[in-house]
Protein backbone atom coordinates (compact mmCIF):
# COMPACT_ATOMS: atom_id res chain seq x y z
CA UNK A 1 0.00 0.00 0.00
CA UNK A 2 1.46 3.42 -0.76
CA UNK A 3 0.10 6.36 1.08
CA UNK A 4 0.91 10.00 1.02
CA UNK A 5 0.38 12.71 3.09
CA UNK A 6 -0.58 16.51 2.01
CA UNK A 7 2.29 17.49 -0.11
CA UNK A 8 3.31 20.09 -2.25
CA UNK A 9 4.33 17.96 -5.35
CA UNK A 10 0.71 16.58 -6.42
CA UNK A 11 2.37 14.03 -8.61
CA UNK A 12 3.21 11.14 -5.85
CA UNK A 13 -0.29 11.55 -4.75
CA UNK A 14 -1.41 10.03 -7.72
CA UNK A 15 0.32 7.32 -7.15
CA UNK A 16 -0.99 6.47 -3.82
CA UNK A 17 -3.41 4.59 -2.46
CA UNK A 18 -4.39 6.93 0.28
CA UNK A 19 -3.96 10.41 1.10
CA UNK A 20 -3.91 11.91 4.58
CA UNK A 21 -4.40 15.73 4.36
CA UNK A 22 -5.07 17.70 7.54
CA UNK A 23 -7.84 19.82 7.31
CA UNK A 24 -5.99 22.77 8.69
CA UNK A 25 -3.30 22.37 6.49
CA UNK A 26 -4.97 22.99 3.80
CA UNK A 27 -4.98 26.57 2.41
CA UNK A 28 -8.33 28.74 3.22
CA UNK A 29 -10.44 28.84 -0.12
CA UNK A 30 -8.96 26.09 -2.06
CA UNK A 31 -9.57 23.47 0.28
CA UNK A 32 -12.27 21.72 -1.13
CA UNK A 33 -11.40 21.98 -4.75
CA UNK A 34 -7.88 20.31 -3.84
CA UNK A 35 -10.18 17.39 -2.52
CA UNK A 36 -12.41 17.16 -5.44
CA UNK A 37 -9.08 16.84 -7.72
CA UNK A 38 -7.61 14.28 -5.43
CA UNK A 39 -11.10 11.96 -4.99
CA UNK A 40 -10.95 10.97 -8.80
CA UNK A 41 -7.68 9.62 -8.31
CA UNK A 42 -7.21 8.24 -4.64
CA UNK A 43 -8.62 7.47 -1.37
CA UNK A 44 -8.13 10.70 1.01
CA UNK A 45 -8.48 10.20 4.69
CA UNK A 46 -8.98 13.81 6.66
CA UNK A 47 -7.39 14.18 9.91
CA UNK A 48 -9.37 16.83 11.33
CA UNK A 49 -9.68 18.63 15.25
CA UNK A 50 -12.85 17.48 17.20
CA UNK A 51 -16.22 19.56 17.01
CA UNK A 52 -15.25 20.44 13.43
CA UNK A 53 -18.08 20.38 10.16
CA UNK A 54 -16.96 17.20 8.29
CA UNK A 55 -20.00 17.37 5.88
CA UNK A 56 -17.94 19.39 3.23
CA UNK A 57 -14.83 17.49 2.72
CA UNK A 58 -17.30 14.25 2.78
CA UNK A 59 -19.11 16.04 0.07
CA UNK A 60 -16.14 17.04 -1.72
CA UNK A 61 -14.89 13.23 -2.01
CA UNK A 62 -13.03 12.30 0.91
CA UNK A 63 -13.59 8.81 1.67
CA UNK A 64 -13.45 9.15 5.85
CA UNK A 65 -12.28 11.11 8.64
CA UNK A 66 -10.20 10.84 11.90
CA UNK A 67 -9.81 13.16 14.96
CA UNK A 68 -6.36 13.99 15.22
CA UNK A 69 -6.33 12.41 18.81
CA UNK A 70 -7.17 9.19 17.83
CA UNK A 71 -5.49 5.98 18.50
CA UNK A 72 -2.74 4.70 16.24
CA UNK A 73 -4.38 1.60 15.87
CA UNK A 74 -7.73 3.60 15.23
CA UNK A 75 -6.11 5.65 12.74
CA UNK A 76 -4.01 2.28 11.00
CA UNK A 77 -7.82 0.66 11.28
CA UNK A 78 -8.88 3.86 9.00
CA UNK A 79 -6.33 4.11 6.58
CA UNK A 80 -6.68 0.54 5.36
CA UNK A 81 -10.57 0.84 5.35
CA UNK A 82 -9.75 3.65 2.76
CA UNK A 83 -7.13 1.86 0.53
CA UNK A 84 -8.97 -1.62 0.62
CA UNK A 85 -12.38 0.48 -0.48
CA UNK A 86 -14.25 0.84 2.19
CA UNK A 87 -16.74 4.01 1.60
CA UNK A 88 -18.54 3.98 4.57
CA UNK A 89 -16.41 4.71 7.23
CA UNK A 90 -18.00 6.94 9.67
CA UNK A 91 -16.93 10.72 10.41
CA UNK A 92 -15.21 10.24 13.90
CA UNK A 93 -13.61 6.87 14.65
CA UNK A 94 -13.42 3.90 12.39
CA UNK A 95 -14.23 0.75 14.21
CA UNK A 96 -11.08 -1.69 14.66
CA UNK A 97 -11.13 -4.91 13.24
CA UNK A 98 -12.04 -7.04 16.09
CA UNK A 99 -14.96 -5.05 16.35
CA UNK A 100 -16.62 -5.95 12.97
CA UNK A 101 -19.76 -7.15 12.45
CA UNK A 102 -20.28 -10.79 12.71
CA UNK A 103 -20.22 -12.22 9.56
CA UNK A 104 -23.73 -13.24 8.28
CA UNK A 105 -25.62 -12.15 11.24
CA UNK A 106 -27.54 -9.20 9.20
CA UNK A 107 -27.84 -10.64 6.05
CA UNK A 108 -30.91 -10.89 4.48
CA UNK A 109 -32.06 -14.64 2.66
CA UNK A 110 -31.12 -13.76 -0.81
CA UNK A 111 -28.08 -11.75 0.38
CA UNK A 112 -27.11 -15.29 1.90
CA UNK A 113 -27.10 -16.86 -1.28
CA UNK A 114 -25.30 -14.50 -3.37
CA UNK A 115 -22.33 -14.83 -1.04
CA UNK A 116 -22.78 -18.84 -1.02
CA UNK A 117 -22.58 -18.54 -4.81
CA UNK A 118 -19.27 -15.89 -4.89
CA UNK A 119 -17.67 -18.42 -2.04
CA UNK A 120 -18.20 -20.82 -4.88
CA UNK A 121 -15.99 -18.73 -7.22
CA UNK A 122 -19.06 -17.72 -9.49
CA UNK A 123 -19.27 -14.07 -11.35
CA UNK A 124 -22.02 -12.06 -10.81
CA UNK A 125 -23.66 -13.02 -14.59
CA UNK A 126 -23.11 -16.90 -13.49
CA UNK A 127 -25.00 -15.73 -10.19
CA UNK A 128 -27.78 -14.15 -11.90
CA UNK A 129 -28.41 -16.96 -13.77
CA UNK A 130 -28.75 -19.47 -11.37
CA UNK A 131 -30.75 -17.00 -9.31
CA UNK A 132 -32.76 -16.22 -11.92
CA UNK A 133 -32.50 -11.91 -11.41
CA UNK A 134 -30.24 -9.47 -13.06
CA UNK A 135 -26.54 -8.61 -12.96
CA UNK A 136 -27.16 -5.33 -11.67
CA UNK A 137 -29.54 -6.92 -8.77
CA UNK A 138 -26.48 -9.24 -8.17
CA UNK A 139 -24.12 -6.41 -8.42
CA UNK A 140 -26.45 -4.13 -5.69
CA UNK A 141 -26.56 -7.28 -3.26
CA UNK A 142 -22.86 -7.39 -2.97
CA UNK A 143 -22.46 -3.64 -2.17
CA UNK A 144 -25.06 -4.55 0.45
CA UNK A 145 -23.14 -7.16 2.11
CA UNK A 146 -19.97 -5.34 1.76
CA UNK A 147 -21.37 -2.74 3.39
CA UNK A 148 -23.04 -5.07 6.06
CA UNK A 149 -19.86 -7.09 6.39
CA UNK A 150 -17.60 -4.38 6.30
CA UNK A 151 -15.35 -5.99 3.85
CA UNK A 152 -13.58 -4.69 0.40
CA UNK A 153 -12.96 -7.61 -1.74
CA UNK A 154 -14.01 -10.64 -3.22
CA UNK A 155 -11.29 -12.43 -0.89
CA UNK A 156 -13.05 -10.94 1.83
CA UNK A 157 -16.01 -11.98 0.85
CA UNK A 158 -15.25 -15.57 0.27
CA UNK A 159 -13.21 -15.63 4.12
CA UNK A 160 -16.67 -14.31 5.65
CA UNK A 161 -19.35 -16.78 3.84
CA UNK A 162 -16.69 -19.74 4.96
CA UNK A 163 -16.67 -17.98 8.45
CA UNK A 164 -20.40 -18.33 8.13
CA UNK A 165 -20.62 -21.85 7.07
CA UNK A 166 -18.30 -22.78 9.77
CA UNK A 167 -20.04 -21.11 12.77
Not at 60 to 74: D, F, V
Amino acid sequence: MTLAFRIADDQLAWTADVVLIDINALPPGSDLSYIRKLSGRTGILMLHDDHMDLDPYMCAGACGAISKRESTENTISAVWAVATGNRELSKGRPSPPEQSKTPGASLSGREEQVLHQISHGLTHGQIATRLGISPHTVDTYVKRIRTKLGVGNKAELTRAALLTRAS
